[in-house]
């Protein structure tokens, strides 16, 4: 597989639409790849939180123990390790939409924030073909903003130019659905309204790699509906939409392929169909 015009160590690259992201250093969308070629490749991917200050197995979760060691004064805090993911390898391609399924803690956001360059590899590599763009339902834009603020910045973060923002602004603000409210500041939303600002924000530039995280389960019937064709559209334009969702029917509908994760390993890769079958079963 030919993965050396792919970049490694996306977490050196600007993530516009993740908290980390500045509007500064939003690179040029590079020349778009022919339909099939590897826009993605996860290559054995381990990734490990480090938490500190946890308590050991044995203690955890014991209200005594937790108060013995407050008074013990136990300065050096514990450090426990969570292996979320564990051996990860894919490759996906340009016009996959790829919807990442699984139960609850089996590593599906890890695996985006991944892929964005936000955690570090323990093991193993991630490459890229462009500058993959985390959307989720805690990317965060500048609460203290208005939407209205929040949109232009969104855009500028993207690396719109201004007359793009000014020609794109209304469509946004419609797609979102959420009216007079753009005025006020974002601190005011409910997680339903900024997550929809977000996408229609996101979602009004082609993006090589676009990383969706739940973003779709906050919306009305409408929004969800609008949303899909939406991803449709980006699918042809764009180069690979990545999918978390607890609700298989958008996934069913959004996506050519399905990847199941379990305790986070790989548990099946494949068609909708199959997959979702397998799943459900
Ligand atoms: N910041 C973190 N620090 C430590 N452990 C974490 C952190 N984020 C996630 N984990 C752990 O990593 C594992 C995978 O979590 P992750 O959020 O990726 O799963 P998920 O499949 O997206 O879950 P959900 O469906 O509930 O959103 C879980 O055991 C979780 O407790």
Known sequence: MAVAELTKE????AHPQDEAALPAVAAAAPAEPAPGTPTVVVDDLHIVYRVYGAASASEKGNA???LLRILRRQGRPQMKEVHAVKGVSFVARHGDAIGIIGRNGSGKSTLLRAIAGLLPPHKGSVYTNGQPSLLGVNAALMKELTGERNVVLGCYAMGMTPSEVKEKYDEIVEFSGIGEFVQFPMSTYSSGMGARLRFAIASAKSHNVLLIDEALAT??????RKSQERIQQMRGEAGTVFLVAHNLDVIEETCNRVIWL????????GDPATVLAAYNS
């Open 10 to 13: 996306p977490s050196q690259m």
């Open 64 to 66: 005594a123990n937790a």
């Open 219 to 224: 919306g009305d019937r409408d929004f969800k």
């Open 262 to 269: 379990h305790k986070g390993k790989i548990k099946m890769d």
